[in-house]
């Protein structure tokens, strides 16, 4: 790769990324440490072939992550999280998380299954299709497709449950 297309490639799928992970791993510095493996991966083996790159690069993310989980078996747990949003006020998806409503979404997100948190985070935060977050998590379509349906179902109730108003 050239180094302009390099530098574009960065820019183009850096934030996305970067809340993809976040959202998995709940720390700024693994996400960036993870980021940057992902980029150095894809920028060094980059397949040739590969048609969908956006898809390639979350399996990437993704199977770096799992392999971090493997290596160190560390788990952020709900108080490191508090104690690093006490530390920096600075959260990144505290930023987009502006109002109520978006934060009692993303509570009830954050009570799903890893799975289907996962499918309801690449379809709507990453805007990735069924297909592609399909060969992401190497499922079936028709799988992804019920999974988001279940999960958008626990979130309701959930959001019921919690008294807000869905009508």
Not at 58 to 80: M, S
Not at 129 to 136: G, T
Not at 148 to 164: D, H, S, T, V
Request: with cysteine; glycine share 2%.
């Amino acid at each position: 790769m050239q180094p302009d297309a390099i530098d574009q490639f960065y820019h183009r799928y850096y934030k996305e990324l970067y809340l993809y992970l976040f959202s998995m791993c709940k720390s700024t510095e693994r996400t960036e440490d993870l980021l940057q493996e992902t980029f150095l991966k894809a920028f060094l083996s980059l397949p040739d072939s590969n048609d969908n790159v956006r898809a390639w690069l979350y399996i990437v993310a993704r199977n770096l992550y799992f392999d971090t989980l493997k290596e160190d078996k560390h788990f952020v747990t709900d108080q490191d999280i508090e104690m690093i949003k006490d530390i920096s006020n600075k959260d990144p998806l505290e930023n987009l998380l502006s109002d109520e409503r978006n934060r009692s979404l993303y509570q009830a997100l954050s009570k799903l299954e890893d799975r289907k948190r996962e499918v309801l985070e690449l379809q709507y935060f990453s805007g990735l299709s069924q297909k592609e977050i399909a060969k992401i998590l190497d499922l079936k379509p028709n799988h992804v497709r019920v999974l988001a349906l279940r999960a958008r179902r626990e979130i309701r109730l959930w959001m019921e449950e919690n008294g807000y108003d869905l009508s």
